[in-house]
């Protein structure tokens, strides 16, 4: 049967940071490379040729789908690889050994796919200093004029290195990341308005505690906190201060080198020992224990991923079902004394993805084709959307998931995000449309409070540098450094009050020992650099 033209729908899925694993050299698997590894055109010229695409495996493909043979492989041949001579093989990676598994094929001649891809920077940094990548200006400028179109010349720049295009960026659908939330009943029965400061949450989080408004007794957690990004990142980026206009250094294990980190802990610490924040957060880094105390009515503030809380069946639903009186407040609470007490937070940058094209690939004219092709027509939205009437519906001109799709239309699209590799999230329009179409794709219930949360995500944010070089020393000694970032937080935020200067100056010695002091002088001279252009 033929498949249809459609348009379509995608759940945010939120890429995470991957662990990078040093010491495999690319220059083995490069340097017996082919000059031709931007593409002989043999595709253009008649004969069949086999263009490898890497596809995420999660282990969770629906029957009778499998990884490399489904609904959407289908499609991709049918309009993609037919027309064009080509046949599209995907070439699975288990998502959980990304990198790993990426390294190993890289240094090979002979198994890495020709379209590759990573999340992490310093990876991709990596493997174009090393050689490993083809520069595909020329190529984008040739065959991707509908891909250039897409995704605008400031995503395109993060996939540059010192002038040169070795990566090509998925391009983010949506930039907002964070909100708090608070119990609007508790402030109802504590007699308080909705804090619109750090100061006044200080005082909310103290009469959430002194007058326990859910009669709790020990369950009673005043601030849900976790050791994940999400609850820890809003309340950190309220104190520090952002280096260069509304950005700040783009590695969350750069967070201590900006100044007013260390408040930031100390107001942490403030809060753990007067009994005011979560006493296990240390051990919640899956945000597990946290998403129960909130669905269980036992948490009274806390911040989160601005999605995260609003699918169907998720803890918003499950906390209205647990206790009947409950009502969530999305609010703005932090303030940052360092930037005129806005209500700064961090925002992502405009790209998802590193897509890169290995050096030793012959098929690179094909590869940019297919990401082109991807990029034209309805292509990108059919891929998210699957069936009219099946998946979705057309509502003012926006794709809206079926509330009522039947398991085989659900189950076609499993892998639609990890295959739409050229936009993280669905890129149907300017910011503005696509989240309108975001909000449509959840429980009419819990659209209005996601709209809400998503007007806090976007407020007084600050996004990531963007440098004209790799930073080396990133790609030296991030993943130790990743790790010190999670020990100076915990350690800091646990300690004695009379212990918090001791024991933070000991741990971020060790950071700078670890790396931080080649770390923060290569970044002074590269925002330097910035500054004098």
């Not at 609904?71 to 599209?88: A, M, T």
């Not at 957060?281 to 597990?288: H, P």
């Not at 001791?502 to 290569?522: C, H, I, N, P, T």
Request: aromatic share 8%.
């Amino acid at each position: 049967m033929t498949l249809k033209a459609t348009k379509g729908s995608l759940k945010k899925w939120v890429g995470l940071a991957l662990t990078m694993v040093m010491g495999v050299s690319l220059l083995a698997g490069c340097s017996s490379a082919s000059k031709e590894g931007a593409g002989d055109g043999n595709a253009s010229n008649g004969e069949r040729v086999t263009l490898k695409v890497e596809i995420f495996d999660r282990g969770n493909s629906p029957s009778p789908h499998t990884i490399t043979n489904n609904y959407l492989s289908k499609l991709v041949q049918e309009r993609f690889g037919d027309p064009n001579n080509i046949d599209v093989q995907f070439v699975p990676i288990q998502r959980s050994e990304e990198v790993t598994k990426l390294n190993v094929l890289m240094a090979s001649n002979t198994d890495v796919p020709d379209i590759v891809f990573v999340y992490d920077s310093s990876v991709f940094y990596r493997y174009a200093q090393q050689g490993g990548l083809t520069d595909v200006g020329e190529l984008l400028d040739q065959h991707g004029p509908n891909l250039k179109k897409f995704l605008g010349e400031d995503t395109l720049k993060f996939g540059q290195v010192e002038g040169q295009q070795f990566a090509i960026p998925g391009k983010r659908a949506i930039t907002g990341r964070y909100s708090s939330y608070i119990r609007q009943d508790w402030l109802d029965k504590v007699g308080l308005p909705a804090p619109t400061t750090t100061d006044e949450l200080y005082t909310t989080l103290k009469a959430f505690k002194d007058k326990d408004p859910g009669q709790l007794g020990s369950r009673n957690i005043p601030m849900g906190m976790t050791l994940a990004p999400a609850q820890f990142e809003p309340l950190i980026f309220s104190f520090i201060k952002p280096i260069n206009g509304d950005y700040a250094y783009p590695q969350r294990y750069e967070l201590p080198l900006h100044d007013g980190f260390k408040d930031s802990l100390k107001f942490m610490n403030k809060l753990y020992n007067e009994g005011l924040m979560s006493k296990d957060f240390s051990l919640d880094e899956d945000k597990t224990q946290l998403a129960k105390d909130i669905q269980n009515g036992n948490t009274g503030f806390w911040s989160e991923d601005v999605d995260a809380m609003f699918y169907a069946e998720g803890t918003i639903d499950n906390l209205t079902k647990n206790v009947a009186d409950s009502k969530v407040l999305p609010i703005d609470a932090y303030t940052n004394p360092n930037v005129d007490n806005k209500h700064i937070k961090s925002r992502y940058a405009s790209n998802g993805l590193y897509i890169m094209i290995p050096k030793s690939s012959k098929r690179a004219v094909e590869a940019i084709k297919y990401l082109d092709w991807m990029a034209s027509d309805n292509n990108l939205i059919d891929i998210y959307s699957g069936v009219e009437g099946e998946n979705y519906d057309m509502v003012d001109g926006i794709p809206v998931v079926k509330a009522d799709a039947s398991q085989e239309a659900i189950d076609r699209l499993f892998n639609a995000g990890d295959l739409a590799i050229i936009s993280n999230g669905k890129n149907i329009g300017d910011q503005a449309t696509n989240e309108k179409a975001w909000i449509m794709g959840f429980p009419e219930r819990n659209q209005e409070l996601l709209r809400q949360s998503i007007d806090i995500a976007n407020t007084d944010t600050v996004g990531p540098l963007v440098f004209d070089k790799p930073i080396q020393a990133e790609m030296k000694y991030s993943t130790a450094l990743k790790d010190k970032v999670n020990v100076i937080i915990v350690k800091a935020t646990m300690a004695k009050p009379e212990q918090f200067e001791e024991v933070y100056e000991r741990e971020m010695s060790d950071y700078m020992a670890l790396g931080g002091a080649d770390l923060k002088k290569e970044l002074d001279e590269a925002v330097q650099a910035l500054s004098t252009k």
